[in-house]
Structure formats: structure tokens, C-alpha cells
């Protein structure tokens, strides 16, 4: 897991701190710095090796927001997406980098929506998601700019203390809904991959949708993380994995897609 000090904690919802004496931290990496290398060995440019260390990483990422108890669902999202990546034939820059931008900001969205970091939206991080949902439209990732507004929205029907704390996250979120709508770019390349990934997850959404209690404490440690609030982020997860199914992006899904799909099997196989 990640996990802020006490003297150094940010309060702000997005930003989170790496701490190596957590195994499944040093797995995540690994990962990143393995992705770099075997994207390298594939004959990717340093930016598209860079991109695919990064996918695998934002893969991990977002299984730990979507299931902060269990380690294991992101120790095992991040070699499946690590691989699916890898085997895909469209490892253009671009196609790399969109990946990418999508996956962090799929990331950005069920972070704000969990609140595992333990502190409300602020101003700031309600205009980096904004801005996220700005470059994924300008991308062609329809689907992907929706998540920010539809995280921000959310949260503040949560009714909480963590809810955003600024009147920006209506427009923000009207801004993210609008966005897509303007973009005119589509996705190219070949989708087979992130197609089904995604086909897997949808598949195991009952199970991943079945109410579960969190006991896993914030990165503040003065509450646990919201059960409720995770149970949403599942739920927008799935949401936004079928609208990429719908509008197009299911390569740029793929890390998201995995996540999701490694929550659904440990729920699945009964796992505790």
C-alpha cells in the first residue's frame, strides 16, 4: 500500500507517497522499472518503454484504490497488464502515451472517490482533474474524460467530511461531462487485447459489486477508509470501462480494465 507520515502528509486528495518497506510497494517497482526494460528488449522507443512501465504501475495503482485490504489484486493486475501490453501490436508512442494518460487519470478519479488518502478534494486537485478530462477529450479517450467529473460528482453526494471542499467541482465536473462530446478524434490501432480484458472484468462484475467491508486505515490514520466510498469507485470503474467498450479507447483502458478484472477474480475465487 502507500502511505503519507505524519509529518509530511499533503492535504490534498491526489497525492500519494511510495513507502518501500510495504512489499507490494517495492513490487510496483519493480514493475515500473521492469516495464521500462522488457519495452526496451521489445524494440519500444524510451518513451514508449517508459509508457509501458508506467501503464503497469497505474494498473497496480488502481487495484489498491479499489481494493485498499487486499495487496494481492494489484500485485496481480500489474503483470497481466504488464503482459497484455507487451503483446500488443500497436506500440506506437502514441498509442503508448494515451494508454497512459488515460490510466492516470482513471487513477485520479477513484482515488478522489475512495478518499484513501484521507483528505477532501481541494481547489487544486479539482483543476488537475479538470485538466485531465481536457486532455483525454483532446486524445479522442471519451470515456476516460467522463471519470473526473463523474468522480467529483459523486463524492460530493457522499455527504461526508471528504467530499470536495470548493464550489469548482460543479463546473469541474459539467466541464468533464461536456468535454467528450466536443473531441472529434477516435482511438485507432487494434483493440483485441484491451477489448478483452475489459469483456473479463464486465463478466466478473457481480462479483465485484457485492458489498465488502474496507478496514484498511487512510493515510492520515485518523479514520478507515470509506466502504461506501470504494464500493462507488467500483462501481464507476465498471461504468467506465463499458462506456470504453461503447465510445471507443479500449487500449487505453487496459490497465483499468486489469485492475477491475484482478478484483473481480480474488472476490470470484473467494480470496480473503
Known sequence: MTSASSSGLLP??????IDLSYPSNRWAMLGLLGGVALGRLRGRSWVGSAGTGLSAFAA??????????????????????????LLSEDNSDAAVLSEVLAAFTALSSVRTLSATTGAAATA???AAL???AAMCAG??????ALLPGAALALSSQQGDDLAPQS???GPA?????LLPTIAATREGGRQSLGS????GALLLAPSLLEPEDVTTETDRGDQTISTERVQRSRQLALGGLALSAVLGGTRSALPLACAALSVGARRRLGRP
Open 196 to 199: 478483452a480484458a475489459i469483456a
Open 139 to 144: 486524445a479522442g479517450q471519451k470515456a476516460a
Open 60 to 85: 497496480w495503482a488502481c487495484a489498491r484504490e479499489l481494493d485498499p485490504d487486499h495487496a494481492v489484486t494489484a500485485n496481480a493486475a500489474l503483470p497481466l497488464t504488464l503482459a497484455l501490453s
Open 130 to 132: 479538470g485538466a485531465a
Open 12 to 17: 490534498a486528495a491526489l497525492p500519494r507517497t
Open 167 to 169: 464550489a469548482v467541482s
Open 173 to 177: 465536473a459539467l466541464l468533464a461531462a
Open 124 to 126: 487544486g486537485d479539482e
